[in-house]
């Protein structure tokens, strides 16, 4: 067998490789910057324990790492084409690993373990003839000064307020790893392998660059999750596995099964599960099932196989036993499929006889209502559902207030209706018509879109001779409830632009829909009489698609905190992502991610210390006994310090889970700004 001539790929310990004498890696001029966030970091971290804790033969690979000899310099260095952002960040946990260890009176007596995370971090370490340390990893030299005051602890006192990455990621290593746990991680890093690919001198670095990142489509977060849940298993447990639960699963949910688990996840953590940017879902799975052994994982999946049995339901409300129930269904799909978190857990409680099927009929009305009458007065119906099912876990008491708190009052949805376009409209003159069936009924504008010069209301006066006025007010009533009526095919390809008294005895007069039907009795169409018939449908309206409980206000736009977008990085327009914040009934002019973090923890310092006490202790941090390491500190007292610096997205995460910790998250809302809503 003939071997590569122009390249070396060799599989090798990554600390190994790293902590070589001769390893030394410059970061080329045209590489991206530094990117990896804390969300990046926090899987990093996981996966290093993870692997510290399972059997000592178990390794856990990291990828494959290009780079090419330099031509310049020091013969030995690498150049380093891909790769930088795991070279970089496990350079960084290896600096908060190494500074930890040296500020623990404990662990700084064991000369070898500091001296060997020192190896890695260094180039000749240990070496009297040295001269000053350099790190063994050289990034591009816009920000290589930067990168070495972190990794060398050598920031200076001006530099606490600036705002980098290497800052950012190397204080979260610093207080997710706490001096106890160094020999532990220490374990999992010397795991780490990875396939070290050098190129020689004719190798073609970009075409080689471009294989490696081009690996066709990339996996969907279904088939991530159906690969994580199968790894590890023998083949005789994959294919029970395979055949009891993940083909039924397929088979329940088809082309919609990627929905499925996102619907499913928002159902049992009561948590919105974001699409954007990638593997969502999946990441979303694997912290609601960090581990699964056999055992669970036949439990887990029986459950899975149950609800996407119900999500075929949903999405094939014919296959319902009872039709008052595949009916509702029917109603609530005309809305999408936003709400199907909330309904798999009633349709669920229901088919197990937990509920009855009023209480089922009750609860999707309930959300037929809430979408409906938001649509109507231009409230959004995103982001809804996740804390409708925190809500219900609370019990129906509280679904029901929750409902009602976001369902826009009477007094706005008669507004709406008598001045707005008719959203839905087949479905709900349908409903208010009591008609079973939208099948061969078209949905008929009684004064026309588009009338004709001799379009008449009253059979006297034409189209043509109404003023300039009356003309407006008719087209800008057109769209609104008054003005639609259900008529079947037939009748509606004869109704056209007829003018009103012809069509009331030709059109409406036949009808056998009672609400069209009784048209004919009306002598002549205008705006007063759109009127008037729009005031007496939105009465049968608002009985319909009732406001449940007697909640005082109704819904301005507000998000739970709970529902809050975690945003990774510092997007564009962060400083101005609120327009306030209510805390407990308290108006609070905060605008940025950073300003509410700091806000919230001093006030919960002062009113539930204990409860941000564990949480900080259990997540580790962001309050602290001391100033260990460089960066932004609040002191909350002589011997408690709040840590800022993390991205947006940690931030607002520690911001919910001190907040639910304390039991307060549900009195506290965030108000976007009109940036915060277009990042």
Not at 87 to 116: E, G, K, Q, R, Y
Not at 507 to 532: H, M
Not at 546 to 551: E, Q
């Amino acid at each position: 067998m003939s071997s590569a001539t122009n390249i070396d790929a060799t599989a090798v310990n990554t600390i190994g490789w790293l902590s070589a004498a001769q390893t030394t890696i410059v970061v080329p001029v045209y590489q991206r910057q530094y990117r990896w966030d804390i969300g990046a970091c926090e899987q990093l971290l996981s996966d290093i324990r993870e692997v510290a804790d399972s059997d000592e033969r178990q390794m856990h690979f990291i990828g494959s790492i290009l780079s090419s000899a330099s031509a310049e310099g020091d013969g030995a260095e690498l150049v380093l084409i891909d790769g930088q952002q795991r070279i970089t960040t496990l350079m960084l946990l290896i600096a908060a690993l190494h500074h930890s260890v040296l500020n623990d009176p404990v662990l700084a007596a064991d000369l070898a373990l500091s001296a060997d995370l020192e190896r890695v971090l260094v180039r000749g370490s240990g070496s009297p003839d040295a001269g000053p340390a350099r790190t063994k990893l050289r990034p591009h030299r816009a920000w290589a000064q930067v990168f070495e005051s972190v990794v060398l602890d050598r920031r200076l006192a001006d530099d606490e307020a600036r705002d980098s990455r290497f800052d950012d990621n190397y204080a979260f290593f610093r207080s997710q790893v706490p001096a106890s746990e160094a020999r532990r991680i220490w374990t999992g890093l010397q795991r780490l392998e990875h396939v070290a690919i050098t190129l020689g001198a004719d190798a073609n670095a970009q075409q080689i660059f471009e294989s490696l990142n081009s690996t066709g489509e990339p996996l969907q977060d279904h088939e991530l999750i159906h690969n994580y849940v199968l790894m590890g298993l023998s083949h005789a447990e994959q294919s029970e596995i395979e055949d009891s639960f993940w083909l039924p699963i397929e088979q329940n949910t088809g082309e919609s099964i990627g929905t499925f688990w996102r619907h499913y996840l928002v159902m049992t953590t009561g948590r919105e599960v974001d699409t954007v940017g990638g593997r969502g879902v999946y990441d979303a799975f694997r912290h609601r099932f960090p581990r699964l052994n056999l055992e669970t994982l036949r439990e887990q999946a029986a459950e899975w196989r149950e609800y996407s049995a119900i999500y075929r339901t949903l999405l094939e409300p014919t296959q319902a036993s009872d039709p008052d129930i595949a009916r509702q269904l029917t109603h609530v799909n005309t809305f999408g499929r936003a709400m199907y978190p909330l309904v798999m857990r009633a349709y669920r409680d229901f088919s197990r006889g937990t509920v009855d099927k009023d209480s089922l009929v009750t609860t999707l009305e309930q959300v037929q209502a809430l979408l409906l009458r938001r649509t109507v007065v231009g409230v959004s119906t995103d982001r809804l559902v996740a804390r409708l099912c925190r809500a219900r876990e609370e019990g129906p008491a509280s679904l029901i207030d929750a409902i009602a708190r976001i369902t826009p009052s009477d007094e706005r949805v008669r507004v709406a209706v008598k001045y707005g376009a008719l959203p839905h409209a087949a479905y709900v003159l349908g409903r208010l018509a009591n008609v079973d069936s939208l099948a061969d009924l078209d949905v008929d504008h009684i004064f026309p879109l588009a009338p004709g010069d001799t379009w008449s209301g009253d059979g006297t006066r034409e189209w043509v001779e109404y003023t300039e006025d009356e003309q407006n007010s008719h087209r800008a009533l057109a769209h609104t409830l008054g003005n639609l009526a259900l008529l079947e095919q037939p009748l509606a390809e004869r109704a056209a632009n007829t003018s009103f008294p012809d069509k009331r005895a030709a059109v409406y007069a036949r009808s056998a829909i009672p609400t069209t039907r009784e048209l004919a009795d009306t002598l002549s169409w205008g705006t007063s009489a759109i009127a008037e018939r729009t005031a007496r449908l939105t009465a049968d309206f608002l009985r319909i698609w009732a406001r449940p409980g007697t909640v005082g206000i109704d819904d301005d736009g507000l998000t739970p905190i709970l529902d809050a977008q975690r945003r990774r990085g510092w997007p564009r327009g962060w400083q101005r992502e609120f327009e306030y914040v209510e805390y407990r009934g308290e108006h609070w002019e905060v605008q940025d991610v950073k300003y509410l973090f700091d806000r919230v923890f001093k006030r919960l310092w002062a009113d539930e210390r204990q409860h941000v006490v564990e949480f900080s202790a259990r997540r580790g941090g962001p309050i602290f006994e001391a100033q260990a390491w460089n960066g932004q500190w609040h002191a909350l007292d002589d011997t408690h310090f709040l840590y800022l610096g993390w991205d947006s997205q940690y931030m607002l995460t520690a911001v919910q889970g001190a907040l639910e910790e304390a039991g307060l998250a549900s009195e506290v809302f965030v108000k976007y700004s009109y940036i915060g809503e277009v990042m």
